[in-house]
């Protein structure tokens, strides 16, 4: 097997356009595993860990630009008050050691409906940079989830960065397991409160082929806190609400039953994963006096 290693991603995109078939490797949490637990032998494996620019991360006109090997560790040491969504999420990934090395880079390569940090991009609109020899592009993360494990990558791509807006109001996440570290969600929700643009952006996880948001809920609970005038006026959310919210998070997701959890439960965890995150958010919002625009 070969092992490339380019120092920089001019050098990468070369290499993986003359051989698509290389592996990329950046924290390797996911990748060795499946080389060590799998029989799955690539051509040739290739090294990102020693581009520089991919561990770089910077903030400008109200988005963080995350290079693509910018560990869970990072994300929640420096860019957590940012994006705190994507924090919350970082700090139940794996263990101390996995965080030090996994990256949301290769999350997003992995693809797996379960990443954990999918359901917070998803909630915020986040977009992924992805290069090939042939230019750099960004695909919305609404598009860049097709399949189990599958993603809208080309064969000669590779992600450079992921673009997240920088909050702009409270923010949630929250996964059910069966315990509280080193666990693979059985489902997971995402939630992040817009109020300059008044909109409700949600992300589940682990309930579906791909990570999905629920649009009808975020277009319910969007529509009732406009008509409702609550963003200004603030206030509790009204019970009812918060109950159709989280009947409509349940009712999007598409779950099977697996050995981590059953269709119904995970329908019925996601129910109380949004009601719960839905009244932090919404309490962390009105109590504090966030700015609205
Ligand atoms: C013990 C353990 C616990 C874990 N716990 C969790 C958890 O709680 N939550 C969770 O979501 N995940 C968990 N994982 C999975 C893994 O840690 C994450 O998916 C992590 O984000 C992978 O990042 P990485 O940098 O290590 O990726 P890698 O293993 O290097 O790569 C993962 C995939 O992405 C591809 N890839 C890597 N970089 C790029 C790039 N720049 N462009 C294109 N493709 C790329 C690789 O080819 C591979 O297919 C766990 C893994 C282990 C071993």
Redesign the pocket.
């Given at each position: 097997m070969d092992f490339l290693t380019p120092v920089g991603w001019d050098e990468a995109l070369e290499l993986k356009a003359s051989a698509p078939d290389a592996?990329?490797?950046?924290?390797?949490?996911?990748?060795?595993?499946?080389l060590n637990l799998t029989a799955r032998r690539p051509t040739a494996l290739?090294d990102?860990t020693r581009i520089a620019a991919?561990r770089q991360w910077s903030a400008e006109d109200g988005f963080v630009r995350l290079g693509?090997?910018v560990?869970?560790r990072r994300v929640i040491d420096e860019v957590g008050a940012l994006l705190p969504g994507l924090a919350m999420?970082a700090r139940?990934?794996?263990?101390p050691q996995?965080r030090n090395?996994?990256?949301?880079?290769?999350?997003?390569?992995?693809?797996?409906p379960?990443?954990?940090?999918?359901p917070p991009l998803l909630a915020t609109g986040a977009e992924v940079e992805?290069a090939s020899v042939r230019g750099v592009r960004r695909i919305p993360i609404d598009d860049f989830f097709t399949g189990v494990k599958r993603n809208a990558?080309a064969p000669d791509?590779?992600?450079?960065a992921v673009v997240v807006p920088i909050s702009r109001g409270p923010q949630q996440f929250s996964k059910i397991g069966p315990r509280n570290a080193?666990?693979?969600?059985v489902c997971s929700f995402a939630l992040a409160l817009d109020p300059q643009r008044e909109v409700i952006g949600t992300g589940i996880g682990s309930a579906a082929p791909t990570p999905i948001r629920a649009a009808k809920a975020e277009a319910f609970l969007t529509g009732e806190l406009r008509e409702r005038d609550l963003w200004h006026r603030r206030g509790p959310l009204p019970e009812s609400v918060v109950e159709h919210f989280a009947g409509l998070v349940a009712a999007a997701a598409a779950p099977i039953d697996d050995v981590r959890g059953t269709a119904a439960y995970r329908r019925h965890a996601l129910s109380v994963l949004a009601r719960r995150t839905v009244n932090w958010a919404w309490d962390d919002y009105w109590t504090t006096g966030r700015a609205a625009a």
């Open positions: 592996l990329p490797i950046t924290g390797g949490t996911d990748v060795m595993v499946e290739l990102l991919a693509a090997g560990s869970y999420a139940t990934v794996g263990s996995i090395r996994g990256t949301v880079g290769g999350n997003l390569g992995a693809a797996s379960a990443g954990d940090s999918h992805a990558l791509e590779l992600i450079t080193m666990v693979i969600a």
